[in-house]
């Protein structure tokens, strides 16, 4: 069965350092998303991707964050300035649509970023 | 603004038992409802989804069922097992795609 991949599933970095998380989502897939989930907290929406252009994007996705499909597979987050608060799970997720009430996201096994 | 919020926050069962767990959210204005699985730092296994048009979906021992209208949605576990342990995730999609998440319900089912 097809599936999200995200590496790595570890990311140790030290305050101050750029970061980038990568994902490949499902080949057919055209809706591209990044979520966080904060230890103890709900899993947040950051940000959508359609097309090669952000769709959506949350407040907390700000100008520290950006995303890019470099190539036809991948599918990147980076964190330019890593901050003790931005330690989390990042996941990411594709879906086929958008919109529509048969949209299925599905998700990959997560990036779990620490910051020291 | 979006509100999902799930109730209980965690639950505790004998093996074999039948339960449930609830999902309520302040805007029936949605496209669908998801249930997911999360295992103890592992990622999200979607496990059903309804669409808004749906009042249930079934699969195996799961059964979900929708009240858009109330904001009310249930998961229901039948005959339950150790390895349903795990916390329980719902999340509702609007027009734009995102997923706004409850912040789950955490079972432990004992041998």
């Known amino acids: 069965e097809p599936e999200v991949t995200q590496t790595p599933s570890h990311q140790v970095t030290q305050m101050g350092q750029e970061v980038i998380l990568r994902c490949v989502p499902i080949?057919?897939?055209?809706?591209f998303y990044w979520y966080r989930q904060i230890l103890g907290q709900k899993v947040e929406f950051l940000v959508s991707?359609?097309?090669?252009?952000?769709?959506?994007k949350s407040e907390i996705f700000d100008d520290q964050f950006s995303v890019e499909r470099p190539d036809g597979s991948n599918f990147t987050l980076k964190i330019r300035s890593t901050k003790l608060e931005d330690s989390a799970m990042y996941f990411c997720?594709?879906?086929?649509?958008?919109?529509?009430?048969?949209?299925?996201?599905?998700f990959g096994a997560g990036t779990r970023l620490s910051v020291l | 603004k979006q509100e999902v919020t799930q109730i209980p926050a965690a639950l505790s069962v004998p093996e074999g038992e039948n339960l449930v767990l609830n999902c309520s959210f302040t805007?029936?204005?949605?496209?669908?409802l998801q249930w997911f699985r999360q295992d103890p730092g592992k990622g999200l296994t979607s496990l059903l989804l309804?669409?808004?048009?749906?009042r249930e979906q079934t699969s195996g021992r799961l059964n979900a069922s929708l009240d858009k209208s109330s904001g009310r949605s249930t998961l229901y576990i039948a005959a339950s097992q150790p390895g349903d342990s795990a916390t329980y995730l719902c999340?509702?999609?609007?027009?734009?795609?995102?997923?706004?998440f409850g912040q789950g319900t955490t079972l432990q089912v004992k041998p």
């Open positions: 999340a509702v999609n609007s027009d734009t795609g995102k997923l706004i």
């Open positions: 991707f359609y097309n090669n252009e952000i769709s959506e």
């Open positions: 309804i669409q808004s048009s749906q």
């Open positions: 997720a594709s879906s086929e649509y958008r919109g529509l009430a048969k949209n299925i996201q599905y």
């Open positions: 805007d029936s204005a949605i496209y669908n």
């Open positions: 080949s057919n897939h055209l809706y």
